[in-house]
């Protein structure tokens, strides 16, 4: 597997990391845990290298299994987990990035994840209550001890990344990108090229939708978050099964699947992208896998680039309650 670098310190990762969210929560029915363990075991033994939870998937049972899964081989590999939220009623409410909270949160995180530090410690959404000084200050000194190895952020804006960058250098920022949402083009992207700092897509295959298999609300388990979120209503997924289409048609011609061309064009737009789609099935982690070994051409981006940006999206990225804690 290709390895890339996120920011200037020296994190290497695998070109395409693995979502572990889904193990645990959302994408209901939810698998069996232990199955999940073979499965980031399995997936360690392909070639992958690069592992993402965070303290409040589940809440707190996602780091538990990726700690025992990884812990055989937890040296050779980079644990991507985040802090920033109260977690009430097991549920993650009320964002929380006090500086003294985060000091709580790192020690109940490595604890769960059987590790005496994290290789990329995000702020899972930005603290409107908290300078973004403050809470890059207190990263910066869980640095100096040891704890954490590299930083970032998740939804963050133009000028939270600045300002963090400016007190403890980020290597990566995570956010929502993929062909059906492109909104980081216009700023995000350029200020991460300039700074050097990396951009981890979650996501990048729409919550599933690009893989074309969702035709109709009536695939989804009762219980499945994506029932509430306004991409996933009935008129939507007819709408934007627009861009469905389009991935299919280059599929054919890359001899690929939809989902292995939307991951191939994010590695095609930078070499510091590296996105994480999630999985709870090995059949599909290798089909994701293997999008690192199809090569979409200059022009090849830019005629998906045009091509993509004729069709309108129907549906914002999250219901109202989820758009309030994105950084804009």
């Keep these: 597997m290709e390895k890339r670098k996120l920011g200037n310190g020296g994190l290497e990762v695998s070109a395409i990391g693995l979502g572990c969210m889904g193990m645990s929560q959302g994408y209901t029915p939810l698998p069996e845990r232990s199955e999940m363990i073979k499965l980031i075991r399995t997936a360690y033994e392909k070639g992958e290298t690069f592992f993402d939870t965070a303290e409040v998937y589940g809440p707190f049972i996602n780091e538990e299994l990726v700690g025992e899964a990884v812990e055989p081989f937890r040296k050779e590999i980079v644990i991507a987990t985040k802090f920033g939220w109260n977690a009430i009623n097991n549920k993650p409410s009320e964002v929380n990035s006090r500086p003294d909270h985060i000091r709580k949160v790192v020690e109940q995180s490595l604890k769960r994840l059987k590790t005496d530090y994290i290789d990329l410690y995000y702020q899972h959404r930005v603290d409107k209550n908290v300078p973004i000084e403050d809470v890059a200050g207190v990263v910066g000194e869980l640095i100096k001890e ?19 960058h400016a007190v403890t250098p980020v290597a990566a920022i995570q956010s929502e990108y993929s062909i059906w949402l492109r909104g980081l083009e216009d700023k995000i992207i350029p200020v991460l090229e300039e700074l050097n700092i990396g951009l981890v897509p979650f996501s990048p295959l729409g919550k599933g939708f690009l893989t074309g298999k969702i035709e109709s609300i009536s695939k989804l388990d009762e219980n499945d978050f994506r029932r509430t979120q306004p991409r996933f209503q009935q008129e939507a997924i007819e709408a934007n099964m627009a861009i469905v289409e ?62 993509s940006a004729t069709i309108k999206i129907v549906g914002e990225q999250y219901h109202e309650a989820g758009m309030k804690f994105l950084d804009r």
């Design 146 to 164: 040891g704890k954490v190895k590299h930083w970032g952020l998740s939804e963050a804006g133009v000028e939270n990344i600045r300002k963090a």
């Design 246 to 307: 389009l991935l299919k048609q280059i599929a054919e011609q890359k001899n690929a699947t939809p989902a292995q061309i939307a991951l191939a064009w994010l590695l095609a737009k930078k070499p510091w992208i590296v996105p994480i789609p999630g999985t709870t099935k090995l059949y599909r982690f290798e089909e994701n896998m293997a999008a690192a070994n199809i090569n979409l051409t200059t022009e090849e981006v830019a005629n998906i680039d045009k091509a």
